[in-house]
């Protein structure tokens, strides 16, 4: 079955620290691959996303991702947390010729002082 | 440019009663899409719209409905409202093209009491 998986439901990471969040697909072709960040009461913003080409993807706020065809996966990183990025953060897949994203469950994340 | 827009932001509606929510998509997006958010269910596809067709539709009851408008605006229905249909309601726009960028308004919130 087609699906987006998000394994950590929670990470809390501290500031300055690094952050990845993992995400993976199951698909029988190569989607399109969105991360989406939700702060509580917002709307989705989208960090990045990729479609084809370079596989190191470079989103807003200091953020990026990396494609790997072999692995199934798109995993988010940013360098250097700052408390501004705890919210909840979406994986996200729309398949060729379809035109609605399937959503991982999400992962929150909590920054630390 | 406008982002997409969304009204009301927040309602309470009573079981039983029926309520409308609209969307602006950003200018120049013919696609319009909404999905529904729920602590339970995480985010889910509703529709989605193109130049006034319906193209897809989730997984939900005939209670949902929509429509799109000429100059691409978007009304969603829910009818005869139950409890379980409290949730963020997010709308969602993008050119119209499979893999385009997919932009999302604040939602609304919808509480069923």
Same mark, same amino acid.
């Given at each position: 079955?087609? $699906?987006?998986?998000?394994?950590?439901?929670?990470?809390?990471?501290?500031?300055?620290?690094?952050?990845?969040?993992?995400?993976?697909?199951?698909?029988?072709?190569?989607?399109?691959?969105?991360?989406?960040?939700?702060?509580?009461?917002?709307?989705?913003?989208?960090?990045?996303?990729?479609? $084809?080409?370079?596989?190191?993807?470079?989103?807003?706020?200091?953020?990026?991702?990396?494609?790997?065809?072999?692995?199934?996966?798109?995993?988010?990183?940013?360098?250097?947390?700052?408390? $501004?990025?705890?919210?909840?953060?979406?994986?996200?897949?729309?398949?060729?010729?379809?035109?609605?994203?399937?959503?991982?469950?999400?992962?929150?994340?909590?920054?630390?002082? | 440019?406008?982002?997409?827009?969304?009204?009301?932001?927040?309602?309470?509606?009573?079981?039983?009663?029926?309520?409308?929510?609209?969307?602006?998509?950003?200018?120049?997006?013919?696609?319009?899409?909404?999905?529904?958010?729920?602590?339970?269910?995480?985010?889910?596809?509703?529709?989605?719209?193109?130049?006034?067709?319906?193209?897809?539709?989730?997984?939900?009851?005939?209670?949902?409905?929509?429509?799109?408008?000429?100059?691409?605006?978007? *009304?969603?229905?829910?009818?005869?409202? *139950?409890?379980?249909?409290?949730?963020?309601?997010?709308?969602?726009?993008?050119?119209?093209?499979?893999?385009?960028?997919?932009?999302?308004?604040?939602?609304?919130?919808?509480?069923?009491?």
């Amino acid at each position: 079955a087609q $699906s987006v998986t998000q394994p950590d439901i929670h990470i809390t990471v501290s500031e300055g620290a690094s952050l990845e969040l993992r995400c993976n697909y199951s698909y029988g072709a190569t989607p399109y691959l969105f991360w989406y960040v939700q702060s509580p009461g917002q709307g989705l913003q989208l960090l990045l996303k990729y479609f $084809s080409g370079d596989t190191l993807v470079q989103g807003i706020k200091g953020f990026e991702a990396e494609f790997k065809r072999s692995q199934s996966s798109f995993n988010l990183r940013k360098p250097s947390v700052h408390w $501004s990025d705890a919210a909840e953060y979406f994986c996200a897949v729309v398949p060729p010729n379809d035109y609605k994203l399937s959503f991982g469950a999400g992962t929150t994340v909590t920054v630390r002082a | 440019k406008a982002g997409v827009t969304q009204t009301p932001r927040y309602l309470i509606k009573t079981r039983g009663q029926q309520v409308t929510l609209s969307c602006s998509p950003i200018s120049g997006h013919r696609s319009v899409s909404w999905y529904q958010q729920t602590p339970g269910q995480g985010l889910q596809f509703l529709f989605e719209y193109f130049s006034e067709t319906q193209r897809n539709k989730g997984n939900f009851p005939g209670r949902f409905s929509g429509r799109q408008f000429s100059n691409s605006r978007s *009304e969603m229905n829910v009818s005869t409202l *139950e409890l379980g249909d409290s949730a963020l309601y997010l709308c969602a726009s993008t050119s119209g093209g499979s893999g385009n960028t997919i932009y999302f308004g604040e939602g609304s919130w919808l509480t069923v009491v």
